[in-house]
């Protein structure tokens, strides 16, 4: 809960004053909290772990595991088409730009750094576990850069009056997100699609298999995930 407030309160800012960058720095940090649940229990997204833990029934005997891919999944598409929705507003304002007040602009971007920053500590550890933690902690890479950005916007527009400045470090924020939702879409869609991984060559595994004394021939050999 106490992450997850900070983040609340520079959507509203943002929203609320007409400035796209602590918006969506926000964006992309609440959908990696999301993804990563086991450290904010109290999100919705704990029913989706809860349900992937359920052990296998006679109608699907291997079990739930792949609903944690499908919520990624969505993830992905939800970030990607929020991120599009940014860009199409930050063009927006190039073409009629909106008064900002820096101050605040700073305090709230200031405030998302902070979190961003405990939220990197804390999942740190868990950077290399299963597809929604790496998404994860990549969001957090990503939008502690965009944190960065939105200060440094802010820093501008209070010293130059520059608004520009704003629009400009959301798009950029955007296509950090892009790209993370971009590789989140690929990585879920080749599970769900059960590809061989790739660091797992077909050709090394059957090699190696053949080279097995008693081993004649492979026929047939799936590797998936």
Known sequence: RRVE????????????????APSVDHLGVRSGLVERPERNPELPADGVVRLAR???????????????????????????????WIIF????????????EGPLFAGVALAGLVVNLVALRLLRHDAHG????????LHVVGDLLG???????????????????????????SLLIIVGS???????????????????????VERRMRGVEG???????????
């Open 130 to 137: 299963n597809l929604n933690t790496r998404a994860a902690y």
């Open 89 to 100: 507003e930050a063009i927006r304002r190039f073409r009629s730009p909106h008064a900002i």
């Open 215 to 225: 081993v004649i021939a492979v026929h047939d050999l799936h590797v998936w995930t």
């Open 54 to 84: 359920r052990p296998p029934d006679p109608r699907r005997t291997y079990g739930y595991l792949r609903l944690e891919i499908l919520a990624a999944l969505v993830n992905g598409v939800v970030l990607a088409a929020l991120s599009a």
């Open 5 to 20: 407030r900070p983040h609340q309160v520079r959507a509203v800012a943002g929203i609320g004053r007409e400035q796209l």
């Open 182 to 204: 971009w590789r989140l879409l690929r990585e879920s869609v080749e599970i769900l699609l059960e590809a061989a991984p790739s660091h797992i060559p077909l050709e090394d």
């Open 147 to 173: 944190s960065v950005g939105a200060l440094l916007a802010a820093l501008i527009i209070i010293l130059t009056g520059w608004t520009l400045a704003d629009p400009i470090v959301s798009v950029l924020i």
